[in-house]
């Protein structure tokens, strides 16, 4: 399985960013996704997470209202809106795909992860 991550920048506080992940390899719509971002000196956190059909989703409270996490399974593509950035905010982001069908805040639940994608958010 490959998963691959691309969307992010640098941008402004206020400002927005896609992310999206596209993976490969196995059956995309059988699986949960997630988004976590990992900042430096500080461990990866869940940042949202979606069940395989899109019907479950979870927020850490530190971006719920902002961001929003998707799913387009004809695509195998996982997408994290991000909007009303904040220097926070700033972290290199994972999406990663569960060894389930639901969706998981814990990193061990999670069987692959891609490279990371880099946000950086200017005050």
């Known amino acids: 399985v490959q998963l691959q991550a691309s969307g992010g920048g640098l941008v402004q506080a206020g400002g927005s960013l896609r992310l999206s992940c596209t993976a490969s390899?196995?059956?995309?719509?059988?699986?949960?996704m997630g988004w976590f971002r990992q900042a430096p000196g500080k461990e990866r956190d869940a940042v949202a997470a979606?069940?395989?059909?899109?019907?479950?989703?979870y927020y850490a409270d530190s971006v719920k209202g902002r961001f929003t996490i998707s799913r387009d399974n004809a695509k195998n593509t996982v997408y994290l809106q991000m909007s009303s950035l904040k220097p926070e905010d700033t972290a290199v982001y994972y999406c990663?795909?569960?060894?389930?069908?639901?969706?998981?805040?814990?990193?061990?639940?999670?069987?692959?992860w891609g490279q990371g994608t880099e946000v950086t958010v200017s005050s």
């Open positions: 990663a795909q569960t060894s389930g069908s639901g969706y998981s805040t814990s990193i061990r639940n999670y069987d692959y």
């Open positions: 390899g196995r059956t995309f719509s059988s699986y949960g």
């Open positions: 979606i069940s395989w059909s899109g019907s479950s989703t």
